[in-house]
């Protein structure tokens, strides 16, 4: 079946850098976009970033453009989200998601993805 593991998440002073990696596996990793996430308490799920399957069209948010980087690597069927210059407002639960195959659409919408992983803490001190 389809997993998604999430890892690399931590405690980090703001200005500092963290990347996390999301492994996959059950499904052909490669045809499928892929998307993080993340939740902070009290409030809902907020699309982060997006990456197709082809690896060439990204998306962000607003508040981490040009702080983030969303990549992948099909042959080990892995995304990462590389984060630099981290904040307080970035402390979250990060997850990554699947999204749809063969598209060069990244979705914002949390519905349009159909597998999730179990999150990754993510916490920002000021």
């Known amino acids: 079946q389809v997993q998604l593991v999430e890892s690399g998440g931590g405690l980090v002073q703001a200005g500092g850098s963290l990347r996390l990696f999301c492994a996959a596996s059950g499904h052909t990793f490669s045809t499928y976009s892929m998307g993080w996430f993340r939740q902070a308490p009290g409030k809902d799920r907020e699309f982060v970033a997006g990456?197709?399957?082809?690896?060439?069209?990204?998306r962000y948010t607003d508040s981490v453009k040009g702080r983030f980087t969303i990549s992948r690597d099909n042959a080990e069927s892995t995304v990462s989200l590389q984060m630099n210059s981290l904040k307080p407002e970035d402390t979250a639960v990060y997850y990554c998601?699947?999204?749809?195959?063969?598209?060069?659409?990244?979705?914002?919408?949390?519905?349009?993805?159909?597998?999730w992983g179990q999150g990754t803490q993510v916490t920002v001190s000021s």
């Open positions: 990456i197709t399957w082809t690896g060439d069209i990204t």
């Open positions: 998601a699947r999204g749809h195959p063969y598209t060069r659409v990244i979705e914002r919408d949390a519905a349009e993805y159909d597998y």
